[in-house]
């Protein structure tokens, strides 16, 4: 579960440190507020709900078991641990 939190969060950030770092390479002033304007934040968050929201109908629609797919839990089996699966 972590891991699907840091990805979400890395791709909301992603716009951000891309404009940061083309403010970086055309050495415009990244911490210069001039640069950071409000409309360009607006486009920057829109742009990273974007990347998020495709993110999660990606991740729903090609992760996960086939359709049809029959869930297993762990259990334990004659004194082992069988792990969970699907048929």
């Not at 950030?13 to 083309?22: D, I, M």
């Not at 029959?70 to 259990?75: D, L």
Request: without cysteine; aromatic residues 14%.
């Amino acid at each position: 579960m972590i891991r699907v939190g840091l990805t979400e969060i890395a791709l909301f950030v992603a716009p951000f440190v891309l404009y940061a770092g083309f403010l970086w390479l055309t050495k415009a002033g990244v911490m210069d507020a001039q640069s950071w304007p409000l409309s360009r934040l607006a486009w920057l968050a829109i742009a990273a709900l974007a990347l998020v929201v495709g993110s999660f109908v990606f991740f729903a629609h090609f992760s996960g078991s086939k359709p049809g797919s029959t869930y297993i839990p762990a259990h334990i089996e004659d004194g082992k641990f069988v792990p969970a699966a699907t048929k």
